[in-house]
């Protein structure tokens, strides 16, 4: 994807190396967090769709992104994950008895015909307006991706395709 606008928030050491072939480097303050980096960088998006990954991820052929901008252009659906092989990470999510439980694999329905999850991997493709409505705890500087999910149900339609690998 040589044409493709790249993103990087560094909220690590001054002195970190650029990544080579980022179109957008922002340097943050120093530890500011995943979150608040999630929701600068969200800010900065100008495009209807963005694809959120974090900095190890790496594109296999079955990294088809075309495919989910179809998906999203013509169903309900506002979110498409991916799996990051070899693990499989969706499912639904409930509060028993006090109790936080994922439900791994568990859909929620279906939407246009995709099944629907309730958190889905960090390797994603996604309304750019929807997400916003929803951000990043700022409180949270790690471990902020069951709460994101967690606050998008029932808002986003997030669904998991088992072909779109990285």
């Not at 909220?11 to 600068?40: E, V």
């Not at 209807?48 to 659906?77: A, W």
Request: aromatic residues 16%; proline residues 4%.
């Amino acid at each position: 994807y040589p044409d493709i606008q790249i993103y990087v928030a560094d909220d690590g050491d001054d002195n970190a190396p650029r990544i080579p072939g980022t179109n957008r480097y922002f340097q943050l303050p120093y530890d500011m967090g995943l979150s608040a980096g999630r929701n600068f960088l969200l800010e900065q998006v100008k495009t209807k769709y963005f694809m959120l990954l974090d900095d190890d991820t790496i594109f296999t052929n079955q990294t088809v992104i075309e495919r989910t901008i179809d998906i999203l252009e013509s169903t309900r659906i506002d979110l498409i994950a991916g799996q990051y092989f070899p693990s499989r990470f969706y499912g639904a999510q409930r509060i028993d008895n006090n109790i936080f439980i994922r439900d791994h694999g568990r859909s929620k329905g279906d939407v246009d015909g995709y099944p629907i999850y309730d958190f889905v991997p960090n390797f994603f493709v996604a309304d750019t307006q929807k997400v916003r409505k929803i951000g990043w705890d700022e409180d949270l500087k790690i471990q902020e991706h069951m709460d994101f999910f967690w606050r998008a149900r029932g808002k986003l339609n997030c669904t998991y395709l088992d072909d779109f690998v990285a």
